[in-house]
């Protein structure tokens, strides 16, 4: 039972970074062929309000990591956590960031994302 925790936040992280990776691509896809049909996109004031927030987003997933490891390190969890839950809920951490990031980085506001496989 005690590894049980650490494998789903792992899986999970890695679900999310896939996920944000995939909603890069798809993004980038669907403004080429925008692009390619002569559109414009919406206003890009809309978009800078989101990039705003990136540096934090990504200080975000820094901080929670290292209070992981504080805690960790510095209390009584690793009689209730192993080395693989405390990785995989860094990675969890890490995979929820990245997600945020992508998804505020490259907004779909106005993007018909349905055709780009």
């Not at 960031?97 to 496989?117: E, K």
Request: charged residues 15%; positive net charge; aromatic residues 10%.
């Amino acid at each position: 039972m005690r590894y049980y925790l650490g494998v789903v936040c792992l899986l999970l992280g890695i679900w999310l970074i896939y996920k944000a990776i995939d909603h890069r691509k798809r993004v980038i896809a669907a403004r080429e062929r925008m692009q390619t049909k002569g559109k414009v996109l919406g206003d890009p004031a809309l978009g800078s309000m989101g990039v705003a927030m990136l540096p934090f987003y990504v200080l975000y997933g820094a901080i929670a990591s290292l209070l992981l490891i504080g805690g960790f390190f510095l209390s009584d969890l690793s009689q209730y956590l192993s080395i693989l839950d405390l990785a995989g809920l860094i990675v969890l951490v890490i995979g929820h960031s990245v997600f945020i990031t992508m998804r505020t980085a490259y907004p779909r506001l106005g993007l018909d994302l349905s055709n780009s496989q």
